[in-house]
């Protein structure tokens, strides 16, 4: 006959042996989507910059501030995206350095 200690035991290393891990194929997913959700933001901040210089060149508009803000700011958002882009194939370089 099991004693109660006995059987709390083996439930409790029953559960240490199963481990409770997100399936990587989701965790993947998730990243590429971030990734692509901020590729897209960059994409139209570039755009909107793009919109706002024609329109000064063309003088449709005389908000040079705000034009000049769009266009700092996309400058900014492209050069974070580069950097994590270097940052991200530093990353691959060094695991394919890897000795396995």
């Keep these: 006959m099991n004693s109660i200690a006995d059987i709390t035991m083996k439930a409790h290393l029953q559960g240490l042996s199963a481990p409770k891990t997100a399936p990587v194929q989701n965790i993947s997913g998730k990243f590429a989507e971030a990734l692509k959700g901020s590729i897209a933001e960059v994409n139209e901040a ?21 034009a000049m803000i ?14 994590v882009r270097n940052k991200a194939v530093e990353a691959y370089q060094e695991i394919m350095r890897m000795q396995v």
Excluded: C, P, W, Y
């Design 70 to 83: 769009k266009l700092e700011e996309a400058d900014i958002s492209l050069r974070l995206m580069v950097q």
């Design 46 to 66: 570039q755009l909107a910059a793009d919109r706002a210089a024609e329109q000064i060149a063309a003088g449709e508009t005389k908000n040079l501030h705000e």
